[in-house]
């Protein structure tokens, strides 16, 4: 039987024609149609097949989800706010704020580094030398899709994550600082560790430092993030700390 208006298909199939529709999509466009398509809209149950449908979670997902529609965003959203972490467009979206000694530099991961390194894909890092040398990103919220109202009244967890790791025959200094900007970028959050010293005849191995925002005040409209290091023989060249695989991230982890 021929259907003469798509509001006489019954909900089930309507709920399923919406998981095909992108979500943006939904709420600017679909959801003002008429009461029907909103109540269907802002349906629990269409916001977890899509999450399924998009692979952010699994048929056997247990976890407690606080808003569904909030939940879809945040996935979708998620991804490493960083530009150019990992050196292979050289200092591309870097501000290299304190470039002393002979100045930052791009290396290559040797082959024995690859194999040490654990994420495989990554087969560069920036390297800083025998006076201070600090690189800085600003990360506009806005400009990335975090909504304001998002930001102010779910305020996802903010993690961030460096890694980092010394020359056997030199020691060096690694430092890192991120903060929680208001739109004047007035702090709200800041993670500054103590700086890390690693000595001459090190292991070298890479060293992960993380850590996680979460609570913070209403307002963060963009984050910075700061770091670099210094040798500390003071030897002509690039001796300091290395650095790569650097990320931000905003909300839950993919399955």
Same mark, same amino acid.
């Given at each position: 039987?021929? *259907?003469?208006?798509?509001?006489? !298909?019954?909900?089930?199939?309507?709920?399923?024609?919406?998981?095909?529709?992108?979500?943006?999509?939904?709420?600017?466009?679909?959801?003002?149609?008429?009461?029907?398509?909103?109540?269907?809209?802002?349906?629990?149950?269409?916001?977890?097949?899509?999450?399924?449908?998009?692979?952010?979670?699994?048929? %056997?997902?247990?976890?407690?989800?606080?808003?569904?529609?909030?939940?879809?965003? !945040?996935?979708?959203?998620?991804?490493?706010?960083? /530009?150019?972490?990992?050196?292979?467009?050289?200092?591309?979206?870097?501000?290299? %704020?304190?470039?002393?000694?002979?100045?930052?530099?791009?290396?290559?991961?040797?082959?024995?580094?690859?194999?040490?390194?654990?994420?495989? =894909?990554?087969?560069?890092?920036?390297?800083? $030398?025998?006076?201070?040398? !600090?690189?800085? =990103?600003?990360?506009?919220?806005?400009?990335?899709?975090?909504?304001?109202?998002?930001?102010?009244?779910?305020?996802?967890?903010?993690?961030?994550?460096?890694?980092?790791?010394?020359?056997? %025959?030199?020691? $060096?200094?690694?430092?890192?600082?991120?903060? !929680?900007?208001?739109?004047?970028?007035?702090?709200?959050?800041?993670? =500054?560790?103590?700086?890390?010293?690693?000595?001459?005849?090190?292991?070298?191995?890479?060293?992960?430092?993380?850590?996680?925002? $979460?609570?913070?005040?209403?307002?963060?409209?963009?984050?910075?993030?700061?770091?670099?290091?210094?040798?500390? /023989?003071?030897?002509?060249?690039?001796?300091?700390?290395? *650095?790569?695989? $650097?990320?931000?991230?905003?909300?839950?982890?993919?399955?």
């Amino acid at each position: 039987m021929a *259907v003469g208006n798509i509001n006489d !298909l019954p909900e089930n199939i309507l709920l399923e024609l919406f998981t095909h529709v992108p979500a943006r999509q939904l709420l600017l466009h679909c959801r003002p149609v008429c009461s029907l398509w909103r109540d269907l809209i802002d349906l629990v149950t269409l916001w977890k097949r899509k999450c399924l449908r998009e692979g952010f979670i699994t048929e %056997d997902w247990d976890q407690p989800v606080a808003d569904w529609k909030i939940f879809y965003f !945040l996935r979708s959203l998620r991804r490493n706010l960083l /530009h150019n972490p990992c050196a292979e467009e050289g200092f591309e979206f870097w501000s290299l %704020d304190v470039n002393g000694g002979d100045e930052w530099k791009v290396e290559d991961l040797s082959k024995d580094q690859r194999k040490e390194f654990p994420n495989d =894909q990554v087969k560069k890092y920036f390297v800083t $030398s025998y006076y201070t040398c !600090l690189k800085s =990103q600003v990360v506009d919220l806005k400009a990335e899709g975090y909504w304001e109202e998002l930001m102010d009244t779910t305020r996802p967890d903010i993690e961030v994550k460096d890694w980092f790791a010394a020359r056997p %025959d030199c020691g $060096s200094k690694y430092q890192l600082c991120v903060q !929680l900007l208001s739109s004047a970028h007035a702090p709200l959050g800041t993670f =500054q560790p103590d700086p890390a010293t690693i000595q001459q005849k090190s292991d070298a191995r890479w060293r992960e430092v993380s850590h996680t925002f $979460s609570n913070y005040p209403p307002g963060v409209r963009y984050i910075w993030f700061q770091h670099g290091g210094v040798d500390t /023989h003071y030897w002509a060249g690039w001796y300091g700390p290395r *650095v790569t695989n $650097s990320s931000v991230t905003i909300g839950p982890p993919l399955p």
